[in-house]
């Protein structure tokens, strides 16, 4: 490759992410001329759920550990944010000596803490095996978390909690839909700033070496259970931020944010952007959820052609939204040059 077109390329992907940086930065205000209220909670929901599946993909894309229990750490997450604010309004001690809160900045880090110890405990077991066995340990560890949440009848059980107001933020108004779209438009970049430094640091580089080739990085000194079990836990905190904020974006917190679907969802949305692409599970959650929300809304068969549809974008593109977007941009650049 020419030096001229690696400089065009470059100058390409920083106009990109100016434009979409400004997109980003102008969508309360865009959302106006296309649905108001209802487009801008579904591009929220699009950033939220994002960062659950930009998690799953670190540990899937990059490190090849294919989990279908992610959706503990989602729901844990959440609920870490549905308790604290029931012993809140409760005025009694969680577990008998943890105080609540309705702060965000009490209850996002809190979620994250829970989560990565969750995640600690379900990787340092699950990781003792591979292939499918880690598979069907992850999710037999996700289906009990679910199960114990249900028979909580004291928080609601199957009918989850009910938080009656977002968590206060600055002393910003987070019930107002743009006030909360932009709080949670910036722990998005913060996540995502943190998650690009990770993927191209050198824990990154030894977690691509170890899906490609263990027994050789093994060879060279690296201990494999050791960086997987690192990258586990910070996948589960990862989707643990994302299980607070969608807490407090629903104001409710139920056992379905634990069930095995929602792991199942979160990875169709990374196999559809693009397994292994830094951006894929942006574009795959995106495209996921407005064929969701439009399909649903023309008919009640709509899983059906969104399997339909979901099936052809990952088959014909071979490597998802994230390889097709990468292709388009090739041949613009080709033409050019």
Not at 2 to 12: A, D, I, N, R, V
Not at 166 to 189: A, K, P, S
Not at 241 to 248: E, I
Request: hydrophobic share 55%.
């Amino acid at each position: 490759m020419s030096t001229q077109s690696q400089e065009m390329k470059s100058l390409g992907v920083k106009i990109a992410v100016a434009l979409a940086a400004a997109v980003l930065l102008a969508v309360p205000f865009l959302t106006d001329f296309i649905g108001g209220n209802s487009a801008l909670s579904l591009i929220t929901r699009i950033l939220i759920y994002s960062i659950a599946a930009a998690s799953l993909n670190f540990v899937l894309g990059y490190g090849g550990m294919v989990s279908l229990g992610h959706a503990a750490f989602f729901g844990i997450g959440g609920y870490v944010v549905g308790l604290m604010f029931v012993h809140y309004t409760d005025e009694t001690p969680l577990l008998g000596f943890i105080p609540g809160s309705n702060q965000l900045m009490v209850t996002i880090p809190a979620a994250i803490l829970v989560s990565g110890l969750l995640a600690f405990i379900i990787g340092a077991l699950s990781l003792r095996t591979g292939g499918v066995q880690f598979i069907m340990i992850t999710l037999a560890f996700a289906q009990m978390i679910f199960f114990f949440f249900v028979s909580l009848k004291a928080y609601g059980g199957e009918d989850g909690i009910i938080i009656r107001r977002t968590n206060e933020f600055l002393g910003l108004n987070m019930r107002d839909r743009m006030t909360l779209y932009y709080v949670v438009l910036g722990f998005w970049v913060l996540f995502m700033l943190a998650l690009w430094r990770v993927i191209h640091s050198s824990f990154g580089t030894v977690l691509r070496g170890m899906r490609q080739n263990e027994r050789r990085m093994a060879a060279l000194g690296f201990a494999p259970y050791r960086y997987k079990l690192y990258a586990f836990v910070l996948s589960g905190m990862g989707c643990g931020l994302a299980g607070a904020l969608m807490a407090n974006f629903l104001r409710f917190a139920s056992p379905d944010m634990l069930h095995w679907t929602k792991s199942a969802a979160v990875m169709t949305m990374v196999i559809l952007g693009g397994v292994g692409s830094f951006f894929g599970p942006l574009l795959g959650t995106a495209a996921y959820l407005v064929l969701e929300t439009e399909l649903a809304a023309l008919t009640e068969y709509w899983q059906f052609w969104l399997g339909l549809i979901l099936m052809a974008v990952v088959l014909g593109t071979k490597g998802g939204l994230n390889a097709l977007v990468a292709r388009g941009v090739a041949l613009i650049f080709r033409g050019r040059t």
